[in-house]
Nanobody
Framework: QVQLVESGGGLVQAGGSLRLSCAASVRTFSTYTMAWFRRAPGKEREFVGAIAWSRSVTDYADSVKGRFTISRENAKNTVYLQMNSLKPEDTAVYYC????????????????WGQGTQVTVSS
């Protein structure tokens, strides 16, 4: 059983920064592609970004490119989402996910999910 626990959410003003963390309880963490998704009120869960097991390959949604950065520390079983230049439209519950099969940008491709952490950006 894989458990993912997000932390680091909160309330921030537009233009500010937050760093989310996702800690995984799995020995094979270093072999998993990890991803971040978000769900804004009234909207479906959407892809934010992903990082391959090798750490050298990342991909981001167009809406966050240049502002968000994903990184991981395999020795700590942790993946991070650094969010800069936050906008009110970034307000959402952010989820980390692990172990996909199929299309890595699709929520349905992932086997394991965290409980989510709320990010609220005020204008």
């Amino acid at each position: 059983q894989v458990q993912l626990v997000e932390s680091g959410g909160g309330l921030v003003q537009a233009g500010g920064s937050l760093r989310l963390s996702c800690a995984a309880s799995v020995r094979t963490f270093s072999t998993y592609t990890m991803a971040w998704f978000r769900r804004a009120p009234g909207k479906e869960r959407e892809f934010v970004g992903a990082i391959a097991w090798s750490r050298s390959v990342t991909d981001y949604a167009d809406s966050v490119k240049g502002r968000f950065t994903i990184s991981r520390e395999n020795a700590k079983n942790t993946v991070y989402l650094q969010m800069n230049s936050l906008k009110p439209e970034d307000t959402a519950v952010y989820y980390c996910a692990a172990s996909y099969a199929g299309t890595y940008t699709r929520p349905g491709s992932y086997a394991y999910w965290g409980q989510g952490t709320q990010v609220t950006v005020s204008s």
